[in-house]
C-alpha cells in the first residue's frame, strides 16, 4: 500500500495564479481532510470530506476550494495565489471503523511558496 | 472553541534521560487525543491515540496519559535516544460539532536528543 499520496512535493508560483494540488490514497478512506502548517505552527484545517461527492469547510478554507469525485482523490485548488498562501500542506486520510477512534494517515506534504 | 497548546515548544536532552512532552486543551467534551510525530521535510506519523475512556496507552519507550477533567496529556519518553529527535505533535477530536471526525492540533515541541 501507498497510503497517502500526494504531488507536486515542491512547488514555486508567482501571485495571481492558479494551481491544483493532488491527493490520493489507496486505502479505500471514506475521510479525506486537507491541513495547512506555517512554520513552527500546527496544522489548520481547510477543507474535508466525508465521502465521494461531500465535501465541507474547515478552519481556514477562503481562497481554497475542493472536490470529490472518487472515493481516492481529493484535489485542492488555489485561485489567485496569494503570499499568505505560502505554507506546507498535508493531505490526510481516515477509514470508518466500528468507532471514530481511528487514526488519521498523512501524506508526507507540498512545499508551496507565493513569490 | 477548542484550542491546545504544547510546552515547550522545544526542548534539549542528552541521550538516555526520561523525557515528558505536555499538552493541554481548553475542552474537555473529545473523543480521543492523539500524539503524532513529524520528522523534518516529512509527514505525521501517528504514535498513540488515547481514548476519551482510558487513562493512557504505551507502544515500545512511549507511555501516553489522558487526564480529560483537567484537560492534559502528556508523552514520556523512556531512554531517550538520538533517533527520538522530530516535532511531536498533539491532537484532539471534539465532540461538538464534528461530524467529520476533524483534529485540532497543538503547536508541536520539537525535540533534539544529543548523543
Known amino acids: 500500500n501507498a497510503g497517502v499520496t500526494q504531488t507536486p512535493k515542491f512547488r514555486i508560483l508567482k501571485i495571481g495564479q492558479s494551481m491544483t494540488l493532488q491527493c490520493t490514497q489507496d486505502m479505500n478512506h471514506n475521510y479525506m481532510y486537507w491541513y495547512r502548517q506555517d512554520p513552527g505552527m500546527g496544522l489548520k484545517l481547510i477543507y474535508y470530506?466525508?465521502?465521494?461527492?461531500?465535501?465541507d469547510k474547515g478552519e481556514v478554507p477562503n481562497g481554497y476550494n475542493v472536490s470529490r469525485s472518487t472515493t481516492e482523490d481529493f484535489p485542492l485548488r488555489l485561485e489567485l495565489a496569494a503570499p499568505s498562501q505560502t505554507s506546507v500542506y498535508f493531505c490526510?486520510?481516515?477509514?470508518?471503523?466500528?468507532?471514530?477512534?481511528?487514526?488519521?494517515?498523512f501524506g508526507d506534504g507540498t512545499r508551496l511558496s507565493i513569490l | 472553541k477548542q484550542e491546545v497548546t504544547q510546552i515547550p515548544a522545544a526542548l534539549s536532552v542528552p541521550e538516555g534521560e526520561n523525557l515528558v512532552l505536555n499538552c493541554s486543551f481548553t475542552d474537555s467534551a473529545i473523543y480521543n487525543l492523539q500524539w503524532f510525530r513529524q520528522d523534518p521535510g516529512k509527514g505525521l506519523t501517528s504514535l498513540l491515540l488515547?481514548?476519551?475512556?482510558?487513562r493512557e496507552q504505551t507502544s515500545g519507550r512511549l507511555n501516553a496519559s489522558l487526564d480529560k477533567s483537567s484537560g492534559r496529556s502528556t508523552l514520556y519518553i523512556a531512554a531517550s535516544q538520538p533517533g527520538d529527535s522530530a516535532t511531536y505533535l498533539c491532537a484532539v477530536s471534539p465532540l461538538k460539532g464534528n461530524a467529520g471526525n476533524m483534529l485540532t492540533f497543538g503547536g508541536g515541541t520539537r525535540l533534539m536528543v544529543k548523543p
Open positions: 470530506s466525508v465521502g465521494a461527492g461531500i465535501t
Open positions: 488515547i481514548q476519551s475512556s482510558q
Open positions: 490526510a486520510s481516515r477509514g470508518t471503523g466500528v468507532t471514530r477512534n481511528q487514526p488519521q494517515h
